[in-house]
């Protein structure tokens, strides 16, 4: 994959917008690097998540640029879309894991669409269950979890095939303290240990987060950076 | 449990269209069967000075299929004893030439009176007899007994759609989340669907095994063969090879289609 001289993500003047004449984002320009820890903030219906859904080919581009990971997503195909997810982890809010699939089956998932074979699969899921200490629940369903022990099977299931990049929508949104703070460790840990850049949707900065971020803010439709 | 319920759901309307279309195509047999039996049982009589063979009477009336001529020495022999050899020998030469002709399709009412027509412009024939009374009232049970069958193939046939369009909103239902999060991490298109069209395959085969064995056994039995039997009903036997392989076909193609109408759509969505 090109990674254009180490940058993940570039928009200029971009535009985006789900109707004609009503754009979310307007002419926004933007440069993130490999191994930045973004945080994207705004108040809400801003277009925060419409930008972060723009990033995995969910909407595109009505105007200007956008390129992750070298692929230009303005006239995306479906197969160079699909390309670009494969290298991707995506974390929501509402966790989105299959509920009729155990997790060490919601974990596999992206190493079986990269291709690998199940024992390797199987043993990459262990390691990452392992790693957000729920090793011992692998047979559950989603629904029989917490709702922090199920955004961990989601930032698991992110990390399974070693993204080049992570895009979290609101990732601790629907989480307490403790259960908060586990998830920013995992995605800090992803990106100190692996470089793994991080691009965060969220509507306020974890206050005891040590480490160095970027910061934009997305409003009336700009996307500015914070020094 | 929730594995049984999942292929259950799939399989409860599989059950429904092939007990449907194998009683569709059991009452077609059974009917087939039935005219056939008319068409063996019915035949018209000609009564000729001239003989008569099968080529003549085709030349008139293609449906001809069979001509045999009737005997009538019985009679003659009945009354040798009360009249004399020349008289006998008169009666013989003066009597007519008597036909049974049987036919390769049943003929509806009108069709009946345009044979009788052709047959009678043939020259030497008197008379011909078509039963039209007693024929009529068979044919139009005959006509019944199909109207209903058709009845019940457009019932069959609506059936179907409406368990495709079910079905398809069931697994549309079920399989929008899967569908959506597998998108997202980048899943190719077949993988996506690969689950489906093995499911639907997989409880095509159950199904359509159940229901045969099902039939096989009623179609098969003793007790239910003497009943049809005794009510004058043929039972046409399910042929394992045939109308299994039938009903296997049917499931996996309407199975197929609904799978792939609700793939398309969950595609869109």
């Known amino acids: ?227 | 449990m929730k594995f049984l319920k999942y292929h259950i759901s799939i399989m409860l309307p599989l059950f429904l269209l092939f007990f449907a279309v194998e009683s569709f195509y059991m009452l077609r047999q059974i009917i087939d069967n039935y005219e056939s039996n008319i068409n063996n049982d019915y035949s018209i009589v000609i009564v000729s000075k001239v003989p008569l063979d099968k080529s003549m009477l085709k030349q008139k009336v293609d449906s001809v299929d069979e001509v045999k001529i009737i005997t009538i020495n019985k009679v003659i022999n009945r009354l040798k004893d009360n009249i004399s050899a020349n008289d006998l020998k008169i009666l013989k030469e003066s009597l007519p030439l008597f036909y049974s002709i049987k036919l390769n399709k049943l003929p509806n009412s009108k069709q009946l009176m345009n044979i009788k027509k052709e047959l009678l412009k043939i020259s030497g024939v008197k008379s011909v007899s078509t039963f039209q009374k007693s024929y009529n009232k068979f044919y139009n049970f005959l006509i019944f007994n199909k109207m209903l069958l058709l009845f019940f193939a457009i019932f069959v046939a609506v059936i179907v759609l409406l368990l495709i369009v079910k079905q398809s909103e069931v697994w549309i239902f079920e399989h929008k989340q899967r569908f959506e999060i597998m998108s997202i991490l980048g899943a190719p298109f077949w993988m996506k669907s690969a689950m489906l069209y093995r499911v639907v395959i997989v409880d095509s085969i159950l199904s359509s095994a159940i229901v045969s064995a099902i039939f096989y056994y009623f179609t098969h039995s003793d007790k239910y063969l003497r009943y049809f039997m005794e009510i004058g009903i043929s039972l046409p036997k399910f042929n394992i090879l045939k109308d299994g392989v039938l009903l296997f076909g049917i499931g996996i193609f309407v199975s197929i289609v609904s799978v792939t109408f609700a793939i398309i759509k969950l595609n869109k969505e």
């Open chain 1, 1 to 227: 994959m090109n990674s254009a001289k180490s940058s993940v993500v570039v928009a200029e003047n971009l535009t985006l917008a789900y109707k004609k004449n009503e754009p979310i984002i307007q002419n926004a320009t933007l440069s993130i690097k490999m191994g930045d820890f973004v945080f994207i903030t705004g108040k809400s219906g801003s277009g925060k998540s419409t930008f972060l859904k723009s990033m995995y080919g969910a909407i595109h581009p009505r105007e200007g640029i956008l390129n992750v990971c070298g692929i230009n997503l303005r006239n995306v195909s479906t197969s160079n879309k699909n390309f670009l997810r494969k290298h991707l982890g995506v974390v929501f809010q509402d966790y989105k894991l299959i509920e009729n699939w155990t997790i060490e089956k919601n974990v596999m998932l992206p190493l079986l669409i990269a291709g690998f074979s199940k024992d390797v699969c199987i043993s990459q899921a262990h390691k990452l269950l392992n790693h957000v200490k729920l090793v011992h629940k692998a047979d559950k369903y989603p629904l029989e979890l917490s709702g922090g022990e199920q955004q961990r099977v989601a930032v698991a299931r992110a990390l399974a095939h070693n993204p080049v990049l992570i895009l979290a929508d609101e990732p601790t949104g629907n989480l307490d303290e403790y259960s908060s703070s586990v998830i920013w460790d995992l995605l800090k840990g992803a990106n100190a240990q692996l470089g793994t850049t991080v691009i965060t949707v969220t509507h306020k900065i974890p206050s005891l987060l040590r480490v160095n971020y970027r910061h934009f803010i997305i409003e009336d439709g700009g996307i500015d950076e914070v020094s």
